[in-house]
């Protein structure tokens, strides 16, 4: 080989590599690195400003908030403005919430956003879908086609209010929403008479397993309409009464979360949350789900 060929060569050589680590930085923030903040509930409420810091040493870049319900004069302990200070100094970026569902206060839920930078509210799961039994919590089925009706327009004219206010609706699915009812799939009735300019999807890739739902059909059927998704495992085998133990952090459970970030990437979705809805060591499972998307990613 003369030396113009060599140099030829190295360049081309360089060029490739170059190329190569800008395909896998493309990847690693496709979508970023981000966690629902319900993740680490506890930990907030006795160190905001440690935890949010030990998130970013984790490698987290965003955050979901949750609990924004109406007029908040203050969150997670703190005046909402001094709470926004605490969030840009931690590094994370906020830009979605998850909000409760009366689906009520959609002004004023709008105003405390905009203060803390959001551009996104998730309707985290609407009332129609929850109950109180015997003193607890507890998520209930559709009871008709009726029902579904009325909770699709109600969701249109809540997106139309919020993007009056100049934000993005979507809506979080649970397992709820997959049991039949009057014949057809309750989740697939209300995407189809929702208006998906303004109703946006945020997928829960654990509970669409925990409903025998494959995540990544999910994210490709409804491409273009999905804006984040939530990323937990699920294990069918973990003996427990509660739903919520058999949701892991990516990586425990028997979810294929390549083919999963594979869709995501296809469909484009911008958001990715890890979320882990009841753990012994929230930050830890934080950790080796992070680590885990991170691998196959090709990140680390």
């Not at 840009?88 to 409760?100: N, R």
């Amino acid at each position: 080989m003369n030396r113009r060929d060599f140099i030829a060569h190295t360049t081309a050589l360089a060029t490739g590599i170059m190329l190569a680590s800008q395909g896998a930085r493309a990847a690693c923030s496709a979508p970023p690195a981000g966690v629902q903040l319900y993740t680490v509930r506890d930990q907030l409420q006795k160190d905001l400003r440690g935890t949010l810091a030990k998130l970013h040493e984790i490698g987290i870049v965003e955050g979901e908030l949750y609990g924004l319900n109406g007029p908040e004069s203050s969150l997670l302990g703190l005046p909402i403005k001094e709470l926004k200070q605490a969030f840009d100094a931690s590094g994370l970026k906020i830009t979605m919430t998850h909000i409760g569902g009366a689906l009520t206060s959609s002004g004023a839920i709008a105003q405390t956003a905009r203060t803390l930078g959001i551009d996104t509210v998730i309707v985290a799961l609407p009332n129609e879908f929850a109950a109180q039994r015997d003193g607890r919590f507890t998520m209930v089925p559709a009871e008709s086609r009726a029902q579904l009706d009325q909770l699709a327009t109600r969701l249109n004219q809540v997106g139309r209010e919020y993007k009056s206010e100049g934000l993005t609706f979507g809506y979080h699915n649970h397992w709820v929403e997959f049991i039949e009812v009057e014949g057809v799939i309750p989740y697939d009735y209300l995407m189809s008479h929702t208006d998906a300019d303004l109703v946006k999807i945020e997928l829960d890739l654990g509970w669409l397993a925990y409903a025998k739902v494959d995540p990544a059909q999910y994210v490709k059927k409804y491409s273009g309409r999905v804006i984040s998704c939530h990323m937990k495992d699920y294990d069918p085998e973990i003996a427990s009464e509660v739903p919520q133990r058999k949701l892991l952090p990516p990586g425990s459970g028997r979810i294929d979360f390549a083919a999963a970030l594979a869709a995501m990437r296809t469909a484009k979705v911008g958001h990715g949350f890890i979320e882990i809805d009841v753990s012994d060591d929230a930050i830890a499972g934080v950790r080796a789900g992070h680590r885990h998307l991170q691998h196959l990613q090709g990140c680390v």
